[in-house]
């Protein structure tokens, strides 16, 4: 396999009639999966999602892909194909759009009808939205491409065969093989053989279960086990979900309605997504089991359940905001049952353990992946990308979706198929592969770093902001102020010292005064002393007062004011 190296160059210009694919997303990591391919100057992208915040990242709400690459060249983009309407494939297109509002976008109808309420908040005029279906091929000059259906944890999945004059890629997307999908909808096993037949030099294969073997399960066996659970819960009921995973909710709905509970909705987006969804056919909603959250707190706890967002524990979704007490509808205690009807995306064990011990520590039963089967993944496991394999026969594999480990095991199944290891590459976020004569090849690392959205900022958050916020919410905050007057050499006022988010007493620093006084007035009374030398020598002294003392290092902001 080729297994990359961070110290690459940058990529040299691209030849004609070359296929250069550069993933600015998704490599790495799950979420903000984004892949632009280039031939002959014009551009394609697939997919543009966002990737959501861990602990170590403080105040930040998304994560996008890096446009840089690409920003100065929009106008050679000639189209966007979204594979499925999940936010880490769709959650940056707006963020895409204000650079330019008019690419065309593909996607599935679902897909695009998700797209559009959030094209809709951020006012942007997007009348470029197409639909396509299973089976059906665009053109756009340079390229061409098809797209098949796949079954995923969302209705509506695609994968596409992209052609250029350099060779063929198939893109799977988000996928699994499901013999027996809610919707009916199979992964297009005999379209994936014809491209293999026709000759596919590139396979870009989902790894997200690369590393689990066999199968996964059918969503049809967790509708029984959601009935049962919801059948011998007493009290309410919350199920957390993807807010987009409308087989899930379907399932709800009718465990909800065997046993006699209506289900109200919690959450922006849930409440969105699945009134899409029912308006366009793919949720089915039995008669009189909706209700309202008004409706539902009316009704006696076994007669209600709600649906809810926050499996992942974001912490301002409504799951988080119940289990620290904080909701404003909806309270969990004993007798009342929880159940967590989502995959535990890696990343965010952290969160979600906080959420679950939130929520027992109320005195609900928590019942989840772990305890019962109350959820199967979207992604094929590593049988069914071995079928995939030996079904495509690839010339050039490139696993995409997933963390390093993830990536390196999808290649490794790859090479068990009889894959030329040569021909397996693992990549990462930026590195450019160039496609030619059916070899793929790196052909260096373009720079791709992460890009904050904060609030109404986009990218204006550092690496050493966030460091900084870490510190601040882990190690506290000391600040000294002081007046000087350098030409008399005399201190004028303080230092006065204040600690924020340190559990000590202000009379603490009472200790360190006269060090920090001894400290100010021989940086005063040195020869060319400046403001900023006073600081340096508060900030030392302190420094290694709060290490030894506190054991805390926290961010110390010494101001010295020079009287004229």
Do not use: W
């Given at each position: 396999m080729m297994s990359l190296l961070s110290e690459l160059p940058e990529p040299g210009p691209l030849k004609p009639d070359t296929l250069r694919i550069t993933p600015l997303g998704g490599l790495g990591e799950i979420g903000r999966n984004m892949t632009v391919?280039?031939?002959?100057?014009?551009?394609?992208?697939?997919?543009?999602?966002?990737?959501?915040?861990?602990?170590?990242?403080?105040?930040?709400?998304?994560?996008?892909?890096?446009?840089?690459?690409?920003?100065?060249?929009?106008?050679?983009?000639?189209?966007?194909?979204?594979?499925?309407?999940?936010?880490?494939?769709?959650?940056?297109?707006?963020?895409?759009?204000?650079?330019?509002?008019?690419?065309?976008?593909?996607?599935?109808?679902?897909?695009?009808?998700?797209?559009?309420?959030?094209?809709?908040?951020?006012?942007?005029?997007?009348?470029?939205?197409?639909?396509?279906?299973?089976?059906?091929?665009?053109?756009?000059?340079?390229?061409?491409?098809?797209?098949?259906?796949?079954?995923?944890?969302?209705?509506?999945?695609?994968?596409?065969?992209?052609?250029?004059?350099?060779?063929?890629?198939?893109?799977?997307?988000?996928?699994?093989?499901?013999?027996?999908?809610?919707?009916?909808?199979?992964?297009?096993?005999?379209?994936?053989?014809?491209?293999?037949?026709?000759?596919?030099?590139?396979?870009?294969?989902?790894?997200?279960?690369?590393?689990?073997?066999?199968?996964?399960?059918?969503?049809?066996?967790?509708?029984?086990?959601?009935?049962?659970?919801?059948?011998?819960?007493?009290?309410?009921?919350?199920?957390?979900?993807?807010?987009?995973?409308?087989?899930?909710?379907?399932?709800?709905?009718?465990?909800?309605?065997?046993?006699?509970?209506?289900?109200?909705?919690?959450?922006?987006?849930?409440?969105?997504?699945?009134?899409?969804?029912?308006?366009?056919?793919?949720?089915?909603?039995?008669q009189d089991v909706l209700v309202s959250q008004r409706e539902a707190a009316q009704l006696p706890a076994n007669e209600r359940l709600y649906m809810a967002t926050g499996s992942q524990g974001e912490p301002m979704a409504a799951l988080a905001r119940i289990a620290n007490g904080e909701h404003r509808t909806v309270e969990v205690g004993e007798g009342d049952t929880v159940i967590f009807a989502s995959s535990l995306i890696p990343g965010n064990e952290n969160s979600v353990y906080r959420v679950i011990n939130g929520l027992t520590r109320l005195g609900a039963q928590v019942v989840h992946q772990a305890n019962a089967k109350v959820h199967v993944s979207g992604h094929a496991a590593a049988g069914e990308l071995l079928y995939c394999y030996n079904i495509v026969q690839p010339q050039n594999v490139m696993p995409i979706h997933g963390e390093v480990r993830h990536l390196v095991a999808n290649g490794e199944l790859a090479e068990k198929t009889g894959v030329d290891p040569r021909g397996i590459i693992l990549a990462q976020d930026g590195v450019a592969v160039d496609l030619a004569n059916g070899r793929a090849q790196i052909a260096g690392l373009q720079p791709c770093e992460y890009v904050y959205v904060d609030g109404d900022s986009i990218g204006e958050i550092s690496e050493e902001e966030l460091q900084d916020r870490l510190v601040l919410g882990s190690e506290g905050f000391i600040a000294i102020y002081a007046v000087v007057d350098l030409e008399m050499e005399r201190i004028m006022s303080g230092p006065t010292v204040r600690g924020v988010g340190l559990a000590e007493s202000p009379e603490v620093y009472e200790q360190i005064q006269p060090d920090l006084e001894d400290a100010l007035a021989a940086a005063v009374a040195k020869k060319g002393a400046t403001a900023y030398s006073c600081q340096q020598a508060m900030r030392r002294v302190m420094g290694r007062w709060a290490a030894r003392k506190l054991r805390r290092r926290p961010m110390i902001v010494p101001v010295v004011v020079v009287e004229e």
């Open positions: 391919f280039e031939i002959n100057s014009k551009l394609l992208i697939v997919d543009c999602g966002v990737l959501f915040p861990e602990e170590q990242q403080p105040g930040v709400d998304l994560i996008l892909p890096d446009f840089t690459a690409i920003e100065d060249r929009l106008d050679d983009v000639v189209g966007m194909l979204l594979t499925h309407g999940h936010e880490d494939h769709i959650g940056a297109v707006p963020y895409l759009l204000k650079l330019r509002p008019d690419i065309p976008i593909y996607g599935s109808e679902l897909t695009l009808a998700f797209v559009k309420p959030k094209l809709d908040e951020h006012r942007i005029a997007n009348t470029n939205l197409n639909v396509v279906e299973d089976g059906q091929k665009v053109d756009l000059g340079e390229f061409s491409f098809e797209v098949v259906a796949v079954t995923h944890s969302i209705p509506d999945a695609l994968a596409g065969m992209i052609r250029t004059r350099a060779g063929n890629v198939l893109i799977t997307g988000d996928f699994k093989m499901d013999q027996l999908p809610l919707d009916g909808r199979l992964t297009d096993l005999r379209a994936f053989a014809r491209f293999g037949e026709e000759g596919v030099d590139l396979f870009m294969v989902d790894s997200t279960n690369a590393e689990v073997p066999g199968f996964v399960t059918p969503e049809r066996e967790i509708g029984p086990v959601l009935n049962r659970v919801v059948a011998a819960s007493t009290g309410q009921i919350v199920v957390a979900s993807f807010a987009s995973h409308v087989h899930r909710v379907q399932q709800v709905f009718a465990a909800a309605q065997l046993s006699g509970r209506k289900v109200a909705l919690i959450g922006r987006s849930m409440e969105r997504n699945m009134r899409i969804a029912q308006e366009l056919g793919y949720l089915e909603i039995p």
